[in-house]
Antibody, heavy 121, light 112 residues
Framework: EVQLLESGGALVQPGGSLRLSCVAS????????MGWVRQAPGKGLEWVSD????????FYADSVRGRFTISRDNSKNTLYLQMNSLRVEDTAVYYC??????????????WGQGTLVTVSS | DVVLTQSPLSLPVTLGQPASISCRSS???????????LTWFQQRPGQSPRRLIY???NRDSGVPDRFSGSGSGTDFTLKISRVEAEDVGVYYC?????????FGQGTRLEIK
């Protein structure tokens, strides 16, 4: 059974940094691209970033490019999202999601339960 | 960016009746491999999104067959043949054909 468990969400001040983690189980992690999607309170879904199975290719939404960095440690079955220069508008639940193959994107076939990031002074 | 426009945004439905949600794209969603990467998700209250349909019309494992997807090019539809109480939630379409990945605004289905 595929399981994705996010952690690292917290209350942080504008301009601050945070690193989210997503531990995966139930599948061969390095065989699949992974992604992050966020949902602001009471709002819809917004794709944030994707990374290939070997970590060699990364993709970002314009709203986070240059501030957020996606990475993975395949030896630990863990996906990360390093978030710097956080803004109030980054406040959201952040979900990690499993893609359909190592270089296959835009499928988001399984999702974690999410972790809440609140950016506020 | 590809803009996905869903309608209606709110959908009150009587139990046992059909429901239909439209998702229109600002650009063709046919990829260079000939496949259309249009996906539907369901988000029940208080839960994470769950994928229902991928590549326009393929149902995910465990998804009841009362859910179906159809469409082509820029015009897509999610249909529920007979709405049940457990179908309450928000439904999103998403395109995976062009970067950045984009979602529709969501359609809230409620029981009338």
């Amino acid at each position: 059974e595929v399981q994705l468990l996010e952690s690292g969400g917290a209350l942080v001040q504008p301009g601050g940094s945070l690193r989210l983690s997503c531990v995966a189980s139930g599948f061969t992690f390095n065989n699949y691209a992974m992604g992050w999607v966020r949902q602001a309170p009471g709002k819809g879904l917004e794709w944030v970033s994707d990374i290939s199975g070997n970590g060699g290719n990364t993709f970002y939404a314009d709203s986070v490019r240059g501030r957020f960095t996606i990475s993975r440690d395949n030896s630990k079955n863990t996906l990360y999202l390093q978030m710097n220069s956080l803004r109030v508008e980054d406040t959201a639940v952040y979900y990690c999601a499993k893609e359909a193959g190592p270089g296959s994107y835009g499928h988001l076939e399984y999702w974690g339960q999410g972790t809440l990031v609140t950016v506020s002074s | 960016d590809v803009v996905l426009t869903q309608s209606p945004l709110s959908l009150p439905v009587t139990l046992g009746q059909p429901a239909s949600i439209s998702c229109r794209s600002s650009q063709s969603l046919v990829y260079s491999d000939g496949i259309t990467y249009l996906t539907w998700f369901q988000q029940r209250p208080g839960q994470s999104p769950r994928r229902l349909i991928y590549k326009v019309s393929n149902r995910d494992s465990g998804v009841p067959d009362r859910f179906s997807g159809s469409g082509s090019g820029t015009d897509f539809t999610l249909k529920i043949s007979r709405v049940e109480a457990e179908d309450v939630g928000v439904y999103y379409c998403m395109q995976g054909t062009r970067w950045p990945l984009t979602f529709g605004q969501g359609t809230r289905l409620e029981i009338k």
